[in-house]
């Protein structure tokens, strides 16, 4: 069935490097993919998203990268910092019919930042 | 701008009393979408809402759960006779619009956490 997976459950990365989190997707449909952070105790925060028409797009030290070939979405976090430490979950948008984008979330990849 | 609003933020019942969480969405949405959390675990899709309308409850257990979006106030999501494996996060988030090329992220918040005693 559908699924969004992602290859790391739990990366941990020194203060100031950069950090890549992947996330793998079966579905070829999906046409818009989207990255959350959730931190503990708090709901997923939209970080960056990205349409199928796209290969790469960037925001404020966030970079996501789309590879429609072997369906693989990753996040690039430049200088990461302590306050990027959460849990990072893609999520990929599929059309049903003509009046609904199904959202299906990925199991999430725990970042720690070493200080 | 307030964002999406849920309370209570902590709920506490007993075996087979009823839970219920509200959700109020961000102002223009008129899109909600409940999911389900266990600790470390991703979010599990429950129901999707229009105002008065379910659209998509295939996440949704058949029985003792269930979903509404009025026209007016907040959506309501309830579970009746609550079990031990109820206990879970539940958030909502909500949309200003869905559908083929909406391309809207959806936006949480911050969840009901409810134990079951």
């Known amino acids: 069935g559908e699924s969004v997976g992602l290859h790391l459950p739990t990366l941990s990365v020194q203060e100031g490097d950069n950090s890549i989190i992947n996330c793998a997707y079966s579905?070829?449909?999906?046409?818009?993919f989207i990255w959350y952070k959730q931190e503990s105790g708090k709901g997923p925060q939209f970080i960056i998203d990205?349409?199928?028409?796209?290969d790469k797009r960037q925001g404020q030290r966030v970079t996501v990268l789309l590879n429609k070939t072997v369906k693989h979405l990753s996040l690039q976090i430049a200088a990461t910092q302590p306050g990027d430490s959460a849990v990072y979950f893609c999520?990929?948008?599929?059309?049903?019919?003509?009046?609904?984008?199904?959202?299906?979330f990925g199991p999430g990849t725990s970042l720690s930042v070493i200080p | 701008n307030a964002g999406v609003m849920q309370n209570p933020r902590h709920l506490v019942r007993r075996r087979g009393q009823e839970a219920r969480l509200r959700c109020s969405p961000m102002?223009?949405?008129?899109?909600v979408y409940w999911y389900r959390q266990l600790p470390e675990e991703g979010l599990k899709f429950m129901v999707y809402?229009?105002?008065?309308?379910?659209?998509?409850e295939s996440g949704m257990p058949k029985e003792r759960f269930s979903a509404e979006f009025p026209k007016e106030g907040p959506s309501i999501l309830r579970i009746q006779q609550v079990v031990r494996g109820d206990s879970a996060a539940y958030f909502c988030?909500?949309?200003?619009?869905?559908?083929?090329?909406?391309?809207?992220?959806?936006?949480f918040g911050d969840g009901t956490r409810l134990s079951i005693l």
């Open positions: 102002k223009g949405h008129s899109h």
């Open positions: 988030a909500s949309s200003p619009r869905s559908g083929a090329h909406s391309n809207q992220p959806q936006h």
């Open positions: 809402l229009q105002k008065e309308n379910i659209i998509d």
């Open positions: 579905n070829s449909a999906s046409d818009y």
């Open positions: 990205i349409r199928s028409n796209m």
């Open positions: 999520a990929e948008t599929t059309r049903l019919g003509t009046s609904y984008d199904k959202v299906i």
